[in-house]
């Protein structure tokens, strides 16, 4: 079975501060990607990532940058955290590599609560 | 662009009665469909997936989907559903043409009372 892990499952920060993401695949996959889950909106894709130090914006990239370094981490970066950014933020991972079916994997989430 | 809908934001059902959720997606071309299911408090996972074939696709717990492309549609079905199939219920797409993105539909709340 794939397995997503995220670093926190809650995580409380102050307005203005710097919040890093991390999440890890262990099933050797391409694609990984960072979403956020808000009430009535579903889930938006704000980045993803295709290869190591490769990345690409999504829905919604604006506030956040992203870095993969190694194949299995993908970190989500809040340079500046504001109250907007309070929200549940998913990440999965997917085959990728040039495979025309694919199926995402999802980690556990990491609630985040922006004052 | 893709867009996912579904029809309802909140459904509430008494247990054994039977269970349709709406989805509709705008792309024209080849797509895979998926349904999620978000049970309270754990992550999402995949109930079930089309990526070619029968239409008709079964998933885990005894739900089911039938992709209509004529119709752009990929509805969610189960005949008797049950107080533990309370959960959120996300449609998603990925168009062959669109990359590797996945576009999400905006979720239906299921509640199933007993």
């Known amino acids: 079975d794939v397995k997503v892990t995220q670093s926190s499952r809650y995580l409380v920060k102050r307005t203005g501060e710097k919040v890093f993401l991390e999440c890890v695949q262990d099933m050797d996959h391409e694609n990984m990607f960072w979403y956020r889950q808000d009430p009535g909106l579903g889930l938006r894709l704000i980045y993803f990532?295709?290869?190591?130090?490769?990345?690409e914006k999504g829905d919604i990239p604006e506030g956040y940058s992203v870095s993969r370094e190694k194949k299995e981490r993908f970190s989500l970066i809040l340079e500046s955290a504001s109250t907007n950014q309070t929200s549940m933020y998913l990440c999965?991972?997917?085959?990728?590599?040039?495979?025309?079916?694919?199926?995402?994997?999802f980690g556990p989430g990491t609630r985040l609560l922006v004052l | 662009a893709q867009s996912v809908s579904q029809h309802n934001h909140h459904v509430i059902l008494s247990e054994a009665a039977s269970l349709e959720l709406g989805c509709n997606y705008s792309?024209?071309?080849?797509?895979?469909l998926f349904w999620y299911v978000q049970y309270p408090g754990q992550h999402l996972q995949l109930l079930l997936k089309?990526?070619?074939?029968?239409?008709l696709v079964k998933g885990i717990k005894g739900f089911e989907a039938e992709f209509i492309k004529s119709k752009f549609s990929f509805n969610l079905r189960k005949p008797s559903v049950q107080w533990s199939d309370t959960a959120e219920y996300f449609c998603a797409v990925n168009a062959e043409n669109y990359g590797q993105n996945f576009v999400f539909g905006p979720g239906t709340r299921l509640s199933v009372l007993p």
């Open positions: 990532s295709y290869d190591v130090k490769m990345k």
């Open positions: 999965a991972s997917s085959l990728g590599g040039g495979a025309t079916q694919e199926t995402q994997y």
């Open positions: 792309y024209g071309g080849t797509v895979n």
């Open positions: 089309y990526f070619s074939g029968d239409p």
